[in-house]
């Protein structure tokens, strides 16, 4: 695992320990990167709950559906589908924190349009965050690791921002 990746995943890890408070994720474009960076820290059974890779708007429907009604007009790879994704998973699995990511890593664009390299993240929680990453790579795996280091560092901020 990237070394970057793992510091990340430590130090959300040790935040989230350190309050007594657990994680969900629902990734998309990483696919499941994150989740493995939670997981790859020792005792991650004291935060982690679970997560979903949606890769489609189906997918998303069958494994985090149900608890909040999806916007309307909602399509994936955009900001309301990534907050929609970390509410609706830390809903789905009672935590205190969701992750969402949702976007296209390439090597061509998504069936959106949007350009390789675009992701949204959110983090839902006692705070609320969303960010946009654009990488300008078509390099798929580059993308993925970026995805998941921007995911981590924004978890970061939102957990320190509560605390």
């Known amino acids: 695992m990237d070394e970057q990746v793992q510091a990340l995943a430590a130090r959300a890890a040790e935040l989230l320990v350190a309050r007594g408070e657990s994680i969900a994720v629902c990734e ?11 997981l790859s820290v020792p005792g991650a059974s004291a935060y982690y709950r679970g997560g979903a890779v949606v890769y489609t708007i ?8 149900g608890v909040v009604s999806p916007p309307e007009g909602m399509r994936g790879a955009t900001e309301q589908f990534a907050r929609y994704q970390a509410e609706a998973i830390r809903l789905k ?46 390099d798929r795996q580059a993308n993925m690791v970026a995805f998941t280091v921007a995911s981590l560092e924004l978890l970061i901020e939102a957990l320190s921002a509560a605390a």
């Open 93 to 138: 699995l009672d935590t205190t924190w969701g992750t969402g990511e949702t976007g296209a890593t390439g090597p061509t664009p998504n069936r959106y349009g949007d350009p390789n390299g675009h992701a949204w993240l959110a983090v839902h929680g006692p705070v609320t965050r969303t960010r946009q990453v654009l990488t300008g790579s078509d």
């Open 58 to 65: 189906v997918g998303s429907a069958a494994l985090i559906g």
């Open 28 to 38: 998309s474009s990483a696919g499941g990167m994150i989740s493995a960076a939670l």
